[in-house]
């Protein structure tokens, strides 16, 4: 038996697989976020209390014994602990946006481009790059406290098993590592003022790094590796590994994402390359701030519930009757295919004959053309998996394989943790067949005539866009 842990944004999940890859457990546990005045920050306690308590649900309800286990989690922000992994403060979110007039500054100076250019990374006020800064300007003293600024993965596999303080290199893909030499860019961090600051980035562990649990959530000495970190691992879960087949994770995030064996430094800096356990490998990654939770948000102000969406979607036609949602509903702006750190949602073509059904489509039609625009952006030119929260509404699928205009490999179930059982399967040797982990669950397709139609009110999404951005800035 296998288990997967993915330690989420808002969910801690644990699930458990046999040998063919079937899931036969699952268990999950919300944690909190604080949100005030741009600042986004998570109890790092309250993060590990969840996993151990999951894996204690989980273990308890199946019979072990237990093969191996795959941790990944949510990647950037900035997690600081001391040396045995305690919190020295809380974690900064990769959602926050404190740092937004430092990446403004880094923008108009060149320095934003600079980076992109040596590392693939292009900066958001959520990555590690403008958090660390931020805090070195205004909290010396938690960062002096400091023994690492770790990723949320990495905090959780140093508590689960005492070992050291490292990270992988789809982690340290933002901002930090060159992909060519997959080792940090010292130049990188000097021009960030951050040299000073050059011990608290953990060391790179190349393939990622395995060790054994000490008996908190699983058994004593279950071998556990550590990464990578949630979009890898969910391309992984989803079977895309083939150059130029994509992913579309439609979850808290929209990210959007494409296997390629080559890494192009040039056009408009956005997204970031994140580096695979395979030399010569990368994801072209366009990771949007916000999915589901822009429809989360639409359905609060709305009072309607999430299992009434669905028949929603089916009460008013495509175009939503007018009604045009930008989905850019993130405190620090936007980071995927541009970055915009004041952009903010709008909606236009509101009137008092407006329904909620308009508005829920509407929106649902947004997060589509955001999606279909990182796509394209990352390079996509083979077949698409989809997979994440929005997987479970068939009305939205279908409306999303239309506004994409080409055919969805659903892949339900827990993927970020079937990528990370994956992958400490590979790391450790023990055959797994992937092909038969990663089938997709269904095949959506497109009807063309409503792809026709999406196509154009594509066109009108961007020219929207860019007005948008324009009055942003």
């Not at 969910?11 to 909190?32: H, I, M, N, Q």
């Not at 030499?181 to 010292?186: A, G, H």
């Not at 009604?323 to 850019?328: E, G, M, N, S």
């Not at 269904?442 to 409503?450: F, M, N, Q, S, T």
Request: proline share 6%; hydrophobic share 45%.
């Amino acid at each position: 038996m296998y288990v997967g842990i993915d330690v989420g944004t808002s969910t801690v999940k644990a699930a458990a697989f046999d040998g063919s890859g079937r899931e036969l457990a699952v268990a999950a546990r919300p944690v909190g976020l604080s949100m005030r005045g741009g600042f986004v920050e998570q109890d790092m306690d309250e993060v590990y209390g969840a996993v151990v308590a999951v894996l204690d649900e989980l273990t308890a309800g199946v019979d072990g014994p237990f093969e191996l286990a795959g941790l990944t989690g949510q990647g950037d922000g900035v997690w600081l602990v001391d040396g045995d992994g305690r919190p020295v403060r809380a974690a900064a979110s990769w959602m926050d946006g404190r740092a937004h007039e430092l990446l403004d500054q880094w923008l108009a100076d060149g320095t934003f481009e600079t980076v992109f250019r040596r590392t693939g990374s292009a900066m958001f006020p959520g990555c590690p790059g403008p958090l660390l800064a931020w805090l070195a300007a205004h909290e010396p003293a938690s960062l002096d406290a400091a023994a690492s600024a770790l990723y949320c993965k990495d905090m959780v596999f140093q508590r689960l098993t005492g070992a050291r303080a490292t990270t992988d290199v789809s982690d340290a893909s933002m901002p930090f590592l060159d992909p060519r030499t997959r080792s940090y860019d010292n130049g990188v961090v000097e021009l960030l003022g951050l040299t000073r600051r050059r011990g608290l980035l953990a060391p790179v562990a190349d393939p990622v790094a395995t060790a054994e649990t000490r008996g908190e959530g699983l058994p004593a000495g279950t071998r556990i590796a550590n990464g990578p970190y949630d979009l890898p691992a969910c391309a992984l879960g989803a079977g895309v590994t083939e150059p130029g087949d994509g992913l579309l994770i439609v979850g808290t995030c929209l990210a959007s994402l494409v296997a390629t064996t080559e890494l192009d430094l040039s056009g408009e800096p956005a997204g970031l390359y994140i580096s695979l356990d395979r030399p010569g490998h990368w994801l072209r990654a366009m990771p949007a701030m916000v999915g589901t939770a822009a429809l989360d948000w639409v359905l609060s102000t709305t009072g309607v519930r999430h299992e009434e969406v669905d028949g929603l979607l089916a009460a008013t036609p495509p175009g939503a009757n007018g009604v045009r949602v930008l989905p850019y509903f993130a405190p620090s702006g936007e980071r995927a295919p541009f970055v915009e750190p004041r952009l903010r949602a709008e909606l236009t073509g509101v009137s008092l004959e407006s329904t909620p059904a308009d508005l829920i489509r509407a929106t649902c039609e947004g997060i589509g053309y955001a999606a279909r625009h990182c796509l394209e952006a990352a390079g996509l030119t083979g077949s698409l998996a989809v997979c994440g929260g929005g997987t479970r509404s068939p009305a939205w699928m279908r409306l999303l394989a239309d506004v994409l205009g080409r055919p969805l490999r659903v892949v339900e179930g827990e993927v970020g943790a079937r990528g990370a059982v994956l992958a400490a399967a590979e790391r450790y040797g023990v055959p797994l067949d992937a092909g038969v982990w990663t089938r997709p669950t269904e095949i959506v397709e497109p009807d063309a005539g409503r792809a026709a139609f999406y196509a154009k009110g594509f066109e009108d999404h961007l020219a929207r866009l860019t007005a948008a951005r324009h009055r942003s800035r």
